[in-house]
């Protein structure tokens, strides 16, 4: 166990690391914004996710530890994310409200330094990119159970926009219920998480009736405010 001049030399010594961390980082926000004008200036897009994509290849396969895969991951994420920002604000449409999974896949794509605008459904996140309020939509696609998400399909034909990214989420569902809730009358959620869990609510709730919300968190709501109903 370090004696007190020991531990104090150590938090020395993480002081003096942070500071240059401090300065490193700040340098490469500045050397990104120098990229991120001279593309602008070319007409060139300042996302690009494969050029991302190759950065985190090349840390991960030069990471010595003992910090881990997913930690280089999450922190460089933050940091690239905060380059973005710093250029100019960063606004994604997801299908809203907070907590849904399509804000998830916004935070693992973008990061944090982002401006999220809330739609109420997959088609007013199309609606929002394509006027230009959003720089980006984040749209589910496609999950193993259920397949193609099909109003996602259909709008990537029907406008102009094209999918840039993909991002792969893990989505596990629970069951919430109010508090003071007895013999539920109905089960909520988005289509699609109700057709994921449709085996094992028939097992468990046979003769409830399903009710499609626009997303899992608006479900979550209504459970809040009514014992007779539960939400995937």
């Not at 690239?80 to 604000?89: L, N, V």
């Not at 330094?113 to 696609?141: H, K, M, N, W």
Request: proline residues 5%.
């Amino acid at each position: 166990m370090p004696n007190e001049k020991t531990l104090e030399t150590l938090r020395n010594r993480i002081d003096e690391i942070d500071l240059k961390l401090l300065d490193l980082i700040n340098d490469r926000i500045t050397t990104a914004g120098e990229i991120g004008a001279d593309k602008a200036s070319r007409g060139e897009a300042v996302y690009r996710p494969e050029r991302e994509a190759e950065v985190f290849r090349r840390l991960l396969e030069l990471n010595p530890g003992p910090l881990s895969n997913a930690a280089v991951r999450a922190i460089f994420g933050e940091i690239i994310s905060c380059a973005r920002s710093a250029e100019a604000p960063v606004r994604v449409a997801t299908l809203g409200p907070r907590g849904t999974f399509s804000e998830q896949a916004a935070h693992k794509a973008f990061g944090k330094q982002i401006t999220l605008l809330e739609a109420a459904s997959i088609e007013e996140v199309f609606r929002l990119t394509e006027s230009g309020d959003a720089q980006f939509g984040v749209v589910p696609v496609e999950n193993s159970t259920e397949g193609g998400v099909s109003a996602t399909l259909d709008l990537l034909v029907e406008t102009p926009l094209k999918a840039c990214n993909e991002v792969e989420l893990r989505v596990a569902h629970c069951l919430l219920a109010h508090p003071d809730a007895v013999n539920p009358k109905q089960i909520a959620g988005h289509e699609q998480a109700l057709a994921q869990c449709r085996n094992w609510l028939g097992n468990n709730y046979a003769g409830v009736e399903l009710a499609s919300k626009p997303s899992t968190a608006e479900a979550a709501r209504a459970v809040a405010g009514d014992p007779g109903i539960l939400a995937v």
